[in-house]
T-cell receptor, first 112, second 115 residues
Framework: GENVEQHPSTLSVQEGDSAVIKCTYS??????FPWYKQELGKRPQLIID?????GEKKDQRIAVTLNKTAKHFSLHITETQPEDSAVYFC???????????FGKGTTLSVSS | DTGVSQDPRHKITKRGQNVTFRCDPI?????LYWYRQTLGQGPEFLTY????????KSRLLSDRFSAERPKGSFSTLEIQRTEQGDSAMYLC?????????????FGEGSRLTVL
């Protein structure tokens, strides 16, 4: 089955800096890669996703890149703000209809 | 607000008791997923339904766990003979079937504490 590894587990940055979180997946058939943000005590919420036919996707200050050959994908947050502080999870799915498999999460702390 | 509601939000029980959680997705969600999340970990997949059919179960879902979605709308997750290791947040998520869909809409979760 699919296995998703995520690192780092914690990341501390200064406000305005960039943050990068990386994930690798094991199943070469995976074709959908979302990123979820979970604030303390809240539900996970989708912030951006990418499909295997695209190498990069950007939405304002966040972007995701995908390297299918290496089976890894990354989340990039630029101009970080204190409200970006949360736990971020990557996930992968190997075909339409099966479950998303999540990484263990990265706790991002943005200090002002 | 995702429109996915879960009940109860918190449950404290003694080891060996049975507990049941309910999830109500919005009517458009033909897929319904159950995940378990412990502190410092990502959501772990348990099972999912498409309409009323249970299509996939994780090996994490021991025979003490059972889930149903009898009419393709709400779902229940029952844990029999609870153990302390069952303490976790149980998350329900709704979704749509289809190649170009993928987002999961999570509920607030049901937190279980087994004493």
């Amino acid at each position: 089955g699919e296995n998703v590894e995520q690192h780092p587990s914690t990341l501390s940055v200064q406000e305005g800096d960039s943050a990068v979180i990386k994930c690798t997946y094991s199943d070469s058939a995976s074709n959908y890669f979302p990123w979820y943000k979970q604030e303390l005590g809240k539900r996970p919420q989708l912030i951006i996703d990418i499909r295997s036919n695209v190498g990069e996707k950007k939405d304002q200050r966040i972007a995701v890149t995908l390297n299918k050959t290496a089976k890894h994908f990354s989340l990039h947050i630029t101009e970080t703000q204190p409200e970006d502080s949360a736990v971020y999870f990557c996930a992968a799915r190997n075909q339409a209809g099966t479950a998303l498999i999540f990484g263990k999460g990265t706790t991002l702390s943005v200090s002002s | 607000d995702t429109g996915v509601s879960q009940d109860p939000r918190h449950k404290i029980t003694k080891r060996g008791q049975n507990v049941t959680f309910r999830c109500d997705p919005i009517s458009e969600h033909n897929r319904l997923y159950w995940y378990r999340q412990t502190l410092g970990q990502g959501p772990e997949f348990l099972t999912y339904f498409q309409n009323e059919a249970q299509l996939e179960k994780s090996r994490l879902l021991s025979d003490r766990f059972s889930a149903e979605r009898p009419k393709g709308s709400f779902s229940t997750l029952e844990i029999q003979r609870t153990e302390q290791g069952d303490s976790a947040m149980y998350l329900c998520a709704g979704g749509l079937a289809g190649v170009n869909t993928g987002e999961l809409f999570f509920g607030e979760g049901s937190r279980l504490t087994v004493l």
